[in-house]
């Protein structure tokens, strides 16, 4: 009996820094300005991301987000899945007020 593997993922952080437009067959896309936390990498990396789904639009912020493995022209590739990304909790000062 095998067990699901769990899902690869990653924090990304959303920037809030987006640009927009419309394609030449007139649908609106938009590119994400954002920072990827890699593994083992000390610093996070900048990074946009193109999406042509409004509802992947994410506020400002940090996300875990899962990623979506294929084989593309016989290389591995790996793409975040911005509709299922998950706000990562900030965590609280340990003073009290």
């Known amino acids: 009996m095998s067990q699901a593997q769990p899902p690869l993922s990653i924090n990304i952080e959303f920037t809030g820094t987006n640009r927009s437009g419309v394609s030449k067959g007139g649908k609106p896309y938009w590119i994400l300005g954002s920072f990827a936390h890699l593994p083992g990498v000390k610093y996070p990396q900048t990074m ?31 793409e975040p899945d911005l509709k299922a990304a998950v706000a990562v909790p900030v965590p609280q000062s340990g003073r009290a007020a």
């Open 48 to 78: 946009d991301l193109f999406t042509m789904e409004a509802d992947s639009l994410k506020a400002p912020g940090t996300y875990l987000v899962p990623l979506i493995a294929s084989i593309k022209e016989g290389r591995l590739s790996f």
